[in-house]
């Protein structure tokens, strides 16, 4: 039970992907999309548009450099090769995180219709279970949102799996995401059940969303505004860009919110923000 499957046809990777975090909602355990194919052709008529094909030089130099910027990419050690549209990933990166990232990262560029991933999770140094099972828990408890729950943490060569129970969809990803990061993890099985807490009251949700938001360095609570309703949010006001939209969101399931409807413009022209008072 609570495990949708998804298939049919999108028009590109960021589609499938996007499905995949849609049919995430609450109730959901996992999505599997493995049936839901990249058909190009299916590209709305207003966006039948022949994209740029970036010389191949131009597009390694693009990738390149977005591995190096990218801080979830650190000490860069990739190497591509581009034949027409396909691009080859190989070289070492430190943890699961980055190689995810580097093959996210490759397939939103322009020009890139098929990625394939050769990446090797390596820290250059050997790492025991009990250390990486270390980590994974330190990880956990470093996060403030996690550290009400009791999760078993097993590491089985560079494979990790979790288990335990959260209250959330919301936190059951924040799980996945932060272990993920964790220098030496090089798989991750996350064996965390969904069991639904009783609903947290409005005022506190709204008071733990507006702290979040606060101190969320993309986010200016002076442009946001929150309305809770029985455990539903509702976001409205502007954000300057897709990942700050994302963002808040995000925060909204952390604080506790059964449903969200964001309902967040994106103005494009950032402002400058205040620092927090104190």
Request: hydrophobic share 45%.
């Amino acid at each position: 039970g609570g495990t949708v499957s998804l298939s049919g046809r999108v028009a590109s990777l960021y589609e499938k992907r996007l499905a995949d975090r849609l049919g995430r909602t609450t109730g959901v355990r996992s999505v599997d999309v493995a049936d839901l194919r990249v058909d190009p052709a299916l590209l709305r008529p207003s966006h039948r548009w022949a994209p740029p094909k970036p010389p191949a030089r131009r597009l390694r130099r693009a990738l390149l450099a977005a591995f190096r910027i990218d801080p979830r990419v650190p000490n860069s050690g990739i190497t591509l090769t581009l034949d027409a549209g396909s691009v080859r990933l190989n070289g070492e990166v430190p943890n699961l995180l980055a190689k995810r990232t580097a093959v996210r990262l490759a397939s939103y560029a322009v020009g890139v219709h098929t990625v394939h991933d050769h990446l090797v999770v390596d820290t250059g140094q050997t790492v025991s279970q009990a250390t990486l099972e270390k980590r994974a828990e330190a990880a956990l408890r470093r996060d403030p949102d996690l550290t009400a729950y009791d999760l078993e943490v097993r590491a089985r060569g560079q494979t990790v799996h979790v288990t335990g129970a959260v209250a959330n969809h919301a936190h059951r990803m924040l799980v996945e995401r932060v272990i993920s990061a964790v220098d030496g993890v090089a798989a991750l099985v996350v064996q965390v059940t969904v069991t639904p807490t009783p609903l947290r009251a409005d005022l506190t949700i709204r008071r733990d969303l507006r702290a979040r938001i606060r101190w969320d360095a993309q986010l200016d609570p002076r442009h946001i505004v929150i309305a809770v309703k029985r455990g539903a949010v509702t976001l409205t006001g502007a954000v300057p860009n897709a990942s700050a939209h994302r963002a808040a969101a995000r925060h909204a399931w952390l604080a506790g919110a059964s449903r969200v409807h964001n309902q967040l413009r994106i103005r494009w022209t950032p402002r400058v923000r205040a620092a927090p008072r104190r």
